[in-house]
């Protein structure tokens, strides 16, 4: 492989030029409602769809540009609707996969947000709104750094490009191995660019080289064949509410550790990061104790945790002085790399199983598994990332775990197993993704813009 001297000298210029076009495209996507979750308004993800493949269309690099869809494996439903663009990579030189999703995550409780979560709203140098940082500003990125290098290359573009933009990646990503299988030679690539992570903070930019995996399922607890007087019976009868507060407890032993036989840890050091800054970042309480043991920053990346997220329970206002027969809760599990998730998941399984009090009866349903992700950072794309990135921010790019997981990256490497992936993004520890007043630094958008516009030139630059 051979580098040539890179036409960087102008991408800030046409970088710079470009963003406040960028920034009002990012407006009008966040003001489409593109929640993929069957409950809401599938049409909106029809007009996200159209609204990207138009954008695509206009950086004027795509030899096609189609909206399209996958059937979901073992149904006869299909997917929500993608964006594929795609260029042919000409003299020998590389291509490279964009991927970033429009789909975006309910928005909870309309009271909690401070300005309407689909008006997209600046204010203290962040923008506001559903789908501003998670992942419609991924979107952007890719949008805004294809301009730059039209812009600066012309004619004599000759990087292969294929731009992915998934349409249902907070939805389970339901039919994302068989999109990748149907268009299989048009997403094969060399590189593989995955923009729906996160930075150091706002002003230091990293890559993600490791993320946990995830185990997700439903757990319904089960001790009465039906509801009874708790006047009448309690104190004899277990209720389920009371079974699955004792079941739920014995996950976590009394520091809050994950307790469960089986879970596997990742033996590996972490950049410093205290206890203020937990607080900070996660709006941790005076006089709330972090849980757990180790570095913050290891039981973050590298070990398993387990979070309780939903509860199907009689609500406060509706209750009254009765047994519950049945109670059902999603339990979500982050696995840590280097486990795989199946496994992960069949040792909570065999833990709440062998735990259950009373002889109250479990079903487990609703289960979904994504493996963690390890990079492997001995490739020249990842060098180039960093560079791109030291660059574009001004500051050295660290490599970062994330507690967090993006399950179909392992669909990509077992699709694309000779391609390098390299997973970048544009939230910073304040973006509160899926949370109400979900924000976006815009700072942070210009200097990601910038570092993806200098990568694609070096990529443009290189033959293969």
Same mark, same amino acid.
């Given at each position: 492989m051979t580098s040539e001297t890179p036409r960087n000298s102008a991408v800030h210029d046409s970088?710079?030029?470009?963003?406040?076009t960028a920034l009002a495209d990012l407006g009008a996507l966040v003001r489409i409602?593109?929640?993929?979750?069957?409950?809401?308004?599938q049409t909106a993800l029809e007009r996200?769809?159209?609204?990207?493949?138009?954008?695509?269309?206009?950086?004027?690099?795509?030899d096609r540009v189609d909206v399209t869809r996958s059937r979901i494996p073992g149904t006869d439903e299909?997917?929500?609707?993608a964006v594929l663009a795609t260029r042919a990579a000409r003299n020998g030189r590389p291509t490279v996969l964009l991927y970033a999703h429009h789909d975006v995550q309910p928005t909870g409780d309309d009271d909690l947000w401070e300005t309407p979560p689909f008006e997209p709203t600046v204010r203290e140098g962040r923008l506001y709104g559903r789908g501003a940082a998670d992942d419609k500003a991924g979107v952007m990125v890719h949008i805004a750094a294809l301009r730059a290098l039209k812009e600066i290359a012309g004619d004599d573009l000759s990087l292969g490009v294929a731009l992915f933009i998934e349409g249902e990646e907070e939805y389970g990503s339901r039919s994302f191995g068989q999109f990748l299988s149907d268009n299989a030679d048009a997403?094969?690539?060399?590189?593989i660019v995955v923009a729906d992570s996160g930075n150091w903070d706002a002003e230091t930019p990293a890559l993600t080289v490791?993320?946990?995996?995830? /185990?997700?399922? #439903?757990?319904?607890?089960r001790t009465l064949d039906h509801a009874s007087h708790s006047g009448m019976f309690g104190g004899a009868v277990p209720d389920a509410f009371m079974a699955t507060v004792k079941l739920l407890a014995t996950l976590w032993d009394d520091d809050g550790a994950v307790a469960v036989d089986g879970l596997l840890e990742r033996d590996a050091e972490t950049p410093p990061y205290d206890e203020a800054t937990l607080r900070d970042e996660a709006g941790l309480p005076d006089g709330v104790s972090p849980v757990g043991r180790g570095s913050i920053l290891s039981r973050i990346w590298n070990k398993p945790s387990i979070t309780i997220t939903g509860i199907d329970a009689t609500s406060v206002e509706? /209750?009254?002085? #009765?047994l519950a027969p049945e109670i059902s809760v999603v339990i979500s599990a982050r696995v840590a790399p280097g486990q795989r998730a199946e496994q992960a998941y069949a040792a909570i399984e065999t833990h709440l199983r062998a735990h259950a009090p009373f002889g109250a009866q479990l079903t487990f349903t609703d289960v979904d598994c994504g493996d963690p992700f390890l990079v492997d950072t001995s490739g020249w794309a990842v060098e180039a990332a960093r560079a791109a990135l030291s660059v574009g921010y001004g500051v050295d790019a660290v490599d970062v775990g994330i507690g967090g997981s993006i399950p179909f990256i392992a669909d990509l490497i077992e699709q694309f197993p000779g391609a390098q992936i390299l997973v970048t993004g544009i939230e910073d520890p304040h973006t509160r993704a899926h949370s109400?007043?979900?924000?976006?630094?815009?700072?942070?958008f210009r200097r990601a813009v910038l570092s993806e516009a200098l990568l694609l030139e070096n990529l443009d630059s290189r033959t293969i």
């Open positions: 970088v710079a030029a470009g963003i406040p409602p593109s929640i993929a979750w069957p409950a809401f308004d996200s769809a159209d609204a990207v493949a138009a954008l695509a269309t206009s950086t004027g690099v795509f299909f997917g929500q609707p997403l094969r690539s060399d590189v490791s993320l946990r995996g995830n /185990a997700r399922f #439903t757990l319904t607890v509706a /209750a009254s002085n #009765t109400p007043n979900e924000s976006l630094h815009l700072a942070t």
